[in-house]
């Protein structure tokens, strides 16, 4: 998931943007055309009632009630027509006609997803069925390279010149029978080794097939979840992971589409977090005003002879002016 190896592939979502937006303009136009058809209906109604209206306002009153009965009556007719009454599940259901057309596409649209999944699924149990028999006849082999390794050992330990010279015969039968045995080891064997080699490259293909698909779920979760994204998203979300105490190699063998959605949203919150910090630092740093200092408390002989001016200007005794310039002489 390096930043500079990551090559994020949008063909695939512009064939799905391109076939959804035809989809969607067909859809339009047909709403479209609906839209034109009752406004002409409408229109031709509109007519139609007034060429009525005309006619009764000529003939006479009664005439005139019985056109706007007319008028009345023809939009509760075209109200109907406009519903499809249909059955589901046991019950009648009024939809309109772009009620039904959706749902249409959507069980159509149900129905190819279904199918190509149990396509998949067919597929898949065939390789299961394919990669089991094959793991079989490979033990198998293995059962009888073990048994001829076994009856080769046995050879292995008789005395050949002994036995020329006992007997010839059994000597010449036992090593026709030896040489035709190691032959049949080596090729055994190697067809043992090609069949391992081939399924190892299986593996490893189907091992990549799968990577493959896991990478591209992966980019078109990330490309919904995040507009735009691309390398430089990437870039800020292997950050994190190497913050994290990931290596690089760790973070290369990520396509899971839940760890790199982890991914993004800790770098987001990592990214929140320096924003407020550099906040904070940036308010700390402005000049503040000095603090105003306190006012002294008053002595409690002033505040004494405060208290006793107030009642001698409350009072103007000669007794409270007596006190009052005691106090202060």
Not at 92 to 110: F, I, M
Not at 126 to 142: L, S
Not at 156 to 170: F, G, H, N
Not at 200 to 218: D, G, L, M, Y
Request: charged fraction near 30%; proline fraction near 2%.
């Amino acid at each position: 998931m390096s930043t500079e190896d990551t090559t994020l592939s949008t063909d695939s979502f512009a064939e799905m943007l391109s076939g959804g937006a035809d989809n969607e303009q067909t859809e339009q136009s047909d709403s479209q055309s609906a839209d034109d058809a009752q406004e002409n209906s409408e229109g031709t109604d509109q007519q139609d009632g007034s060429t009525e209206g005309d006619d009764a306002q000529d003939g006479g009153d009664d005439n005139g009630e019985a056109g706007e009965e007319g008028q009345d009556e023809q939009p509760a007719k075209d109200s109907t027509e406009a519903f499809l009454e249909l059955e589901i599940n046991g019950e009648k259901v009024a939809l309109t006609k772009d009620e039904a057309k959706n749902g249409y596409l959507r069980q159509q649209d149900y129905t190819q997803k279904a199918q190509r999944l149990a396509q998949e699924r067919q597929q898949w149990d065939a390789h299961v069925a394919q990669q089991a028999a094959e793991v079989k006849q490979y033990a198998k082999e293995i059962g009888q390279l073990h048994s001829i390794d076994a009856a080769l050992e046995h050879y292995e330990r008789i005395d050949w010149e002994q036995l020329r010279a006992e007997d010839p015969v059994s000597f010449g039968a036992h090593l026709a029978e030896f040489n035709d045995m190691r032959l049949r080891r080596g090729q055994m064997e190697t067809a043992i080794t090609q069949k391992l080699q081939s399924l190892t490259a299986q593996q490893q293909q189907a091992q990549a097939q799968a990577r493959a698909q896991q990478t591209a779920e992966a980019q078109a979760h990330m490309a919904a979840l995040v507009p735009g994204f691309g390398k430089e998203h990437v870039a800020e979300m292997k950050a994190i992971g190497q913050k994290a105490g990931f290596t690089d190699a760790e973070l290369a063998g990520v396509t899971d589409k839940r760890m790199l959605e982890v991914l993004w949203k800790a770098s987001q919150f990592d990214k929140q977090q320096n924003t407020k910090q550099q906040a904070i630092k940036k308010v700390s740093a402005l000049p503040t005003k000095a603090a105003k200092a306190a006012p002294a408390a008053k002595p409690a002989a002033q505040l004494h002879i405060e208290k006793q001016t107030r009642r001698l200007q409350q009072t103007g005794s000669v007794k409270d002016l007596a006190a009052a310039l005691a106090m202060t002489s």
